[in-house]
């Protein structure tokens, strides 16, 4: 192989062929990444360079759109660098991204601080005369690209440039460590069971998952259970065995922490430190108060007044729900209490519930008030059909077809490839989809994207992937999933279709690139089409029969949907209240230098008053959206005040009368799904719904009182 051809340069290459190429799964390992990474970082550099140096006086084409042209072969790499280190991270990607992460990191803070280039991107920014002949979307991104660098120490002297440098390649570095600590801990810390009694309550097809993945293991007539919450979560809410779901949510939420090498809280206390020094340089009061200002909240206070108001109703109605399970769990012990101590179950009324005992008598309560359980919903929901049913959604709203695309290379079998067309059959993008658990995969679900849409320079499309952890079914067996799973699924769609629906012409401005308080919004309406009577006809057919789920069990999942909403609300909300608080400290005497993670979610719970029985839903130790990165650091708020927008966008269908109404879907089109980040989140909102957000319908949304 001559180096002109060596599978590094592949990486780098233009992807050509149908659909503007796909990425080239299978012709590279892991071991090429580095040099791909390296060389990609040269090619940029001289690019960026090249704009710098430029004698022409800076405008528009020669400044903020070269620099849209610039560093595209790096975009491509680290795209496919950063889904494979979430969906096949094996010691060898391990190792690169350790060794990559910090130069990367370094890399980038070169780019904003670079003093030349900047001078030419805040010449353009000022030319108010010049901008007037741009259009809306050419403006939007010159005050997109100039507040990035202004935000990222462009304006710093020469001193803090050098100092931020080193704090953000640091911070690098412990975002890596933290995310290998946790995958490790969910590859290496696993729950078997010996004895078939002690899988009593469970669902057969989870005990099947379980056999088989014991037997690949190397522990047959075993069961083994993940240390992922796909797996996890269904083994508290069935399992009889009060001793084994204690061991099964200790194992899970002291994920990364432990003792030793694999301690996250040291690596957190770091983080702290170095965020807050980081916020001080640029000239804000903490790491929330930088983050929060480029967000549609603008301030912390204006995050933790909605976070403050839902806890208030949230917190009362958690009591309440508890108290309702403790009445139960009291009752049903007392007609039982002849239970055998062998059996682990509760042998003396009066036992109170604890954090591993909620979802299992939630589940028996939601049983005895609505005759509903998972169990009777999940012989309706397919994956397979699932998929199916988000695809015709897409079809319905947004006239997208989704057709196999068998000739994709995939970096896993369990991978499948979709070309995704328009009205027409015009082309749209690529859709992959990676629904299962494996090892060296990190736990929960997201969208990952390969290749951003864009028009500059000709029509590039978009190509997005949607991951998830659902535990494989036996071979030959359906896999059935819960209804939690399946709203997960159409969330992580509407990411997916947020980035094919883009219709812009500048990458910066291109699909997911919003802030980040707006970008759970097309995800979380999206989950809004699984309840639709359309698609449950259609799709939510058992899987042996083919029969339609029957108007009881509709009826139930419509009478239940404000079912435990206390105690649910109150998991999100005291994790985000944790990362809120955390990076809100100011004051001397709340140096984060001297912050205990582990202390500070003790005593801010015990300030907050939260249920013992209600854990945070992400402990710090594992809470990989603040600590395994910056995007959600700080921010973890933003799926509530997304979701503001989401019950109020909500409430105009159900005025509509239909989520299919075409009127409303099309505003949702044009204003919301399509336009990026090129129109500034606050007007895009407004032109969908005719006025501001009103806050209100997320209290009506949860069945709480509007006061």
């Excluded at 004895?195 to 047959?220: M, Q, T, Y």
């Excluded at 403790?326 to 109170?352: F, I, M, Y």
Aim: glycine fraction near 6%; charged fraction near 20%.
């Amino acid at each position: 192989m001559t180096p002109a051809s060596a599978p590094s340069d592949l990486l780098l290459a233009a992807w050509t062929g149908p659909y503007g190429g796909l990425p080239p799964f299978g012709d590279f390992s892991a071991d090429d990444f580095e040099p791909a990474l390296t060389r990609a970082m040269v090619l940029c550099r001289a690019e960026i360079d090249a704009i710098a140096a430029n004698p022409a006086a800076p405008d528009f084409d020669n400044t903020i759109a070269a620099l849209e042209s610039a560093g595209a072969a790096l975009t491509q790499v680290r795209h496919l660098f950063d889904a494979l280190t979430s969906t096949m991270s094996d010691a060898t990607l391990r190792a690169v991204d350790t060794r990559m992460a910090p130069l990367l990191a370094a890399f980038r803070d070169e780019t904003t601080q670079n003093t030349a280039l900047f001078a030419r991107i805040a010449a353009v920014a000022a030319d108010t005369s010049a901008k007037g002949a741009l259009t809306p979307e050419q403006q939007r991104l010159i005050d997109v690209v100039y507040r990035r660098f202004q935000r990222e120490g462009a304006l710093l002297d020469d001193a803090a440039k050098t100092r931020l440098k080193s704090i953000n390649a640091r911070l690098a570095s412990l975002f890596t460590q933290f995310s290998q600590n946790q995958l490790a801990d969910e590859e290496q810390c696993s729950l078997v069971i010996d004895k078939a009694a002690d899988l009593a309550g469970l669902p057969a097809e989870l005990c099947d998952s379980a056999a088989a993945a014991a037997e690949a293991a190397g522990r047959p007539g075993a069961w083994l259970f993940a240390n992922t919450r796909s797996s996890m979560e269904p083994f508290l809410r069935y399992c009889d065995n009060r001793a084994l779901r204690e061991q099964a949510w200790r194992m899970f939420t002291q994920r990364g922490d432990h003792a030793g090498e694999r301690d996250n809280k040291p690596l957190i206390t770091q983080m702290l430190r170095l965020r807050a020094e980081r916020a001080a340089l640029l000239g804000y009061a903490s790491h929330a108060h930088w983050v929060t200002d480029d967000n549609m909240a603008g301030t912390p206070d204006a995050a933790l007044a909605l976070l403050n108001r839902l806890w208030t109703a949230a917190s009362a109605k958690a009591r309440d729900e508890i108290a309702e399970l403790q009445a139960l769990a009291d009752s049903s012990l007392g007609e039982n209490s002849d239970a055998r101590p062998d059996t682990g179950a509760e042998t003396q009324v009066g036992t109170r519930i604890q954090a591993w005992d909620y979802r299992y008598w939630a589940e028996k309560l939601s049983t005895l008030k609505y005759r509903l359980d998972d169990n009777a919903l999940k012989p309706y929901l397919q994956l397979d059909r699932l998929r199916d049913a988000m695809f015709w959604v897409a079809g319905e709203l947004y006239g997208l077809s989704f057709a196999p695309l068998p000739e994709a290379a995939v970096y896993h079998p369990q991978v499948s490839v979709y070309a995704v067309t328009g009205r027409g059959g015009a082309p749209v993008g690529v859709f992959y989809f990676d629904p299962y658990a494996r090892k060296g995969k990190v736990s929960g679900a997201w969208m990952n994207n390969y290749r951003d849409q864009h028009r500059l320079g000709g029509a590039v499309l978009p190509i997005v992937s949607n991951n998830a952890n659902f535990v494989p079914a036996p071979a030959g067996a359906p896999v059935l999933i819960s209804w939690g799973d399946a709203i997960t699924l159409f969330h992580e769609f509407g990411h997916g279709l947020h980035g094919l629906l883009s219709a812009v012409t500048y990458p910066t401005l291109s699909g997911t690139a919003v802030k980040s308080d707006f970008v759970e919004f097309p995800s979380q309406i999206t989950e809004r089409w699984l309840r639709t009577p359309e698609v449950l006809s259609r799709f939510a057919l058992h899987h042996q029969t083919g029969e339609p789920m029957p108007a009881e069990l509709l009826a139930a999942l419509d009478a239940s949907k404000y079912f435990m909403q206390g105690v649910e609300s109150c998991e999100y909300l005291a994790s985000a209240l944790y990362d809120m608080h955390i990076h809100s400290l100011i004051d001397t005497a709340d140096n984060p230098a001297d912050i205990d993670p582990a202390q500070f979610e003790r005593d801010l719970m015990r300030q907050l008053d939260c249920p013992p029985e209600v854990p945070m839903r992400h402990r710090p130790p594992h809470f990989g959206h603040l600590f395994a990165g910056d995007d959600y650091s700080a921010g973890y708020y933003v799926y509530l005040w997304a979701d503001a927008l989401c019950a109020d966008a909500a409430e105009a269908f159900d005025e509509a009368g239909s989520y299919y109404d075409p009127a409303l879907v099309d505003r949702l089109h044009r204003h919301i799904m399509s336009v990026g980040n090129s129109v500034a989140p606050e007007l895009a909102f407004r032109r969908f719904r005719g006025r501001d957000v009103n806050a209100d319908a997320l209290m009506r949304s949860r069945g709480f009182a509007v006061v």
